[in-house]
């Protein structure tokens, strides 16, 4: 009946069409809402949208974010619409600039329970629990939990070191050199390794207090492990030691 309206370019009947089946395919439910959006009409965008998220939950969330603006949605159920699928979109992706937005609407305590429940055994996004506690004020929450991370398979270690470093510059150092020396001594030792420590501290020499006692740091890994050339290829290439 769909294929129908469209043959005989009936809009009318294709929009009835639509509706009566939107309940029961997601696949229709977004043309529908698509189809709606071309139209232009807002108020019966939104009431669409309303009846078709509770049926097919987060479904929609990318259309949502694509076509309506939060500042003009009224406070209540079309707002809390939008801020629905944008804490979705924020969980699944883990973008700052969309937890920006979301906080502007959210209480303390609201931010408070969202960093905590992105805290969990193998957090799936480290660095974006990381700007969410380095955003919301949490120094030593953010320290005590970098304190006791995998960090050999941390990978966005480099960027969340110079965020807890702020306020636990020295600490943050004796963690990279705890780490450091106890991989060496007992890790695999390969060019990966070498790698991912030459970045720990890479990215602490960014730090203008630190720079000098990595430096120093860096020296006395080249000096402690003077057979490892690809250590200090690596530390070189970081520009923290010299040839």
Known sequence: QLRLAEVIQDANLW???ADQFADHDPAIALQLLQRRHQMGDMPVLIQTLHRLTKQFPNTFDNFVLDTLDDK??????DLSLYLKALENRCRLAGQLSDYLKLREYWTAEQRRQFADSLKTPYTSLPLFYAQVLHTEGRPDD???WLDGLSWQYTRSLPDILPLAAETHPTECLNLVKKHATDLLENGKRDRSLYHTIAGWLAALSTVPSLKAS??????QLVANYSRLIALRDELRMQGLVRR
């Open 142 to 144: 953010l320290f005590a």
């Open 72 to 77: 003009q949605l009224i406070p209540g159920p």
């Open 15 to 17: 929009l009835k069409t």
């Open 214 to 219: 990595v430096t120093l740091f860096a020296s």
